[in-house]
């Protein structure tokens, strides 16, 4: 079975650029998440799709960050402008099961982002 | 919203013993609680879950316990081996989308 695909692997951006990445998430997995992941902490969730929908957005802070899932499956997240505090690892994620679970996660390698 | 906290920061032991990693939570209704390994570089990985309905779940050397009284649940890894070391991180659902929350991590080491 083919794993959650992410790219860049790894972006380097100076401030105030923007910058997007891509996800492919398992075939038939309905349910992806992005989650960013700061050096030394756990992944914190960015925003939820089931299908085409988006589930829960509420820590996306959506003056910068934009993320869509326009056909349910592959989807893109967008940072525009960027600032230090970006920088961190993205992680998208995907579930077989249905939003409200959240069970089962599988996580792809991530894009690693350095704003200088 | 959901706190998850995570104790040890960082744990070395010896090849071959035993290494325990606790977590407590804050939400009464938070229903699933799943272990995520991660190699250095390298995607987490789900190693073990937990639902509250039940009060311990064992595959292999790896076991999870679950105080839903307390709020607080636990890793277990028995005759550590040195693949064993990576960061371990908790996590527990939570909210109407019943998102999770993470844990900050625990550097296990085992030291051959």
């Known amino acids: 079975e083919a794993g959650v695909a992410q790219s860049p692997r790894y972006k380097i951006i100076e401030k105030r650029q923007s910058v997007a990445f891509w996800c492919n998430p398992i075939?038939?997995?309905?349910?992806l998440y992005w989650y960013q992941q700061i050096l030394g902490q756990g992944p914190k969730l960015l925003i939820q799709?089931?299908?085409?929908?988006?589930?829960?957005d509420s820590q996306l802070p959506k003056d910068r960050f934009s993320a869509e899932r326009l056909k349910g499956v592959d989807s893109t997240l967008k940072i525009q402008p960027a600032k230090l505090e970006d920088s961190a690892v993205y992680l998208c994620?995907?579930?077989?099961?249905?939003?409200?679970?959240?069970?089962?996660?599988?996580f792809g390698s991530g894009t690693q982002l350095s704003v200088l | 919203g959901e706190n998850v906290e995570q104790h040890p920061s960082t744990l070395s032991v010896q090849e071959g013993d035993s290494a325990v990693i606790k977590c407590t939570y804050s939400d009464s209704a938070s229903n699933y609680f799943p272990w995520y390994k991660q190699e250095l570089g390298k995607r987490p990985q789900l190693i073990i879950d937990?639902?509250?309905?039940?009060g311990e779940k064992k595959d292999q050397r790896i076991a999870v316990t679950l105080n839903k009284t307390a709020k607080h649940f636990s890793l277990h890894i028995t005759e550590t081996q040195p693949e064993d070391s990576a960061v371990y991180f908790c996590?527990?659902?939570?909210?109407?989308?019943?998102?999770?929350?993470f844990g900050s991590g625990t550097q296990l080491t085992v030291l051959p």
């Open positions: 075939s038939g997995h309905a349910t």
């Open positions: 996590a527990a659902n939570s909210g109407s989308a019943r998102q999770l929350t």
């Open positions: 799709f089931q299908n085409n929908g988006v589930v829960d």
């Open positions: 994620a995907s579930s077989p099961f249905v939003a409200g679970s959240n069970e089962k996660l599988f």
């Open positions: 937990i639902r509250s309905n039940v």
